[in-house]
């Protein structure tokens, strides 16, 4: 298939199949089976995946416009994408052994089997060096114990990408969900992302053979959460212009319809000024992202920090335009009849994950410091 014809497919799908249904997958805080399976049969779970692994092969930039239209339409099912796609296989491909990447990749890529990225717990967010979940090395195999909270599509996944240490030393590992000793509860109640089967998942003496090791031993925090975190940064990225976008045209359409005073409210200067600044600054973003993954392609030694500053610039767009939406909608717009709501709950939700807004602040400030701080 042209790679064109795949985003093509993806925008219809997205548009015909995805939108009128975003409202009942968060409402069921549940993405239907027959979605996962319908992502897979397009190819769009393994499409940042190279053909020889089973994927499309999408580069970075067309990766971007594929997220972008699944993101505009149901940000739950963007976040499969961000989780299965870019974390969990992106990370394989980059780092897995060939045995590894034989015996998983091209299952994640044709949605076979479903990923999902257990790194946070009770203790352990941000500061991904704290996690407290162990493993001890015993002959063939390594022994893992510890319990992982608010681990997207934990609920249905197959594989578990796990981060675990010993003694501080700390390392991945690829857990499959029916070894012995794996167990989830789903939670619920969440702001955004509702539909995402999140769940906690406790690891209890699970014995996982030593080749599901990745990149050896000690690699967990400096190359498998790094990339990790890059990849899921750059789809959040996407995400925050997607829904900044689907905002932008709520209010728009709402703006030229809705008449107070005799006249429509997108004659009045104040929501005039909402809807200018929105036009700019998703432009803005969404040309961020496309530098970032002009950058990623070329495999750029800035590509982490322009990710990091697409990342923080889209999901601080994406919070105001969505904010604003449900200004210009008013007490629609506080109603779940209406996207906006929906919208707003689900912005704020990329200003926490993947590293929060004030992390990656840090990490820009730093990079700025580096750069542009005069010598001597």
Do not use: Y
């Given at each position: 298939m042209d790679r064109s014809d795949v985003i093509a497919r993806a925008?219809?799908?997205?548009?015909?199949?995805?939108?009128?249904?975003?409202?009942?997958?968060?409402?069921d805080e549940?993405?239907?089976?027959?979605?996962i399976q319908?992502?897979?049969a397009e190819g769009l779970l393994?499409?940042?995946?190279?053909?020889?692994?089973?994927?499309?092969?999408?580069?970075?930039?067309e990766y971007g416009e594929v997220t972008e239209a699944i993101g505009k339409a149901c940000a739950s099912t963007r976040a499969l994408l961000t989780v299965h796609t870019s974390i969990v296989a992106g990370t394989l491909l980059e780092l897995a052994s060939r045995r590894l990447k034989e015996k998983y990749l091209t299952a994640l890529?044709?949605?076979?089997?479903i990923g999902c990225f257990a790194l946070s717990e009770e203790g352990a967010g941000s500061d991904a060096a704290a996690v407290a979940t162990t493993y001890i090395r015993k002959g063939d195999s390594f022994v893992l114990n510890g319990r992982k909270k608010w681990i997207s599509f934990a609920g249905v996944a197959d594989l578990i990408l796990v981060l675990a240490t010993d003694n501080g030393v700390?390392?991945?590992?690829?857990?499959?969900r029916d070894m012995p000793g794996v167990r989830t509860w789903p939670m619920s109640g969440f702001l955004g992302n509702r539909a995402t089967h999140i769940a906690e998942i406790e690891l209890d003496d699970v014995e996982v053979p030593a080749e599901n090791l990745i990149a050896g031993i000690g690699a967990g925090f400096g190359f498998v959460v790094n990339t990790a975190l890059l990849h899921g940064r750059y789809s959040i990225a996407w995400a925050g212009v997607a829904l900044a976008q689907a905002a932008l045209e709520e209010m728009c359409t709402y703006a030229t319809r809705r008449e107070q005073f005799g006249v429509k409210i997108g004659t009045q200067q104040l929501v005039q000024k909402m809807?200018?600044?929105?036009v700019t600054s998703v432009a803005?973003?969404?040309?961020?992202?496309r530098s970032a993954g002009r950058s990623l392609a070329q495999r750029s030694a800035d590509a982490a920090t322009e990710t990091i500053i697409a990342k923080y610039f889209s999901s601080t767009v994406a919070q105001r335009a969505t904010s604003d939406a449900v200004q210009v909608l008013g007490g629609n717009g506080c109603w779940s009849g209406y996207p906006a709501e929906r919208l707003f709950r689900e912005a704020k939700i990329l200003e926490i994950i993947e590293g929060t807004s004030q992390l990656q602040q840090i990490m820009i400030a730093d990079a700025g410091y580096k750069k542009y701080a005069r010598k001597a």
């Open positions: 925008m219809l799908f997205a548009e015909t199949e995805l939108a009128p249904r975003a409202a009942e997958f968060d409402r549940a993405l239907p089976r027959d979605v319908r992502m897979a393994g499409a940042s995946i190279p053909t020889k692994w089973g994927g499309l092969g999408l580069d970075p930039l890529a044709r949605g076979e089997m700390t390392s991945a590992f690829m857990v499959e809807v200018a600044d929105a803005a973003a969404r040309e961020l992202c």
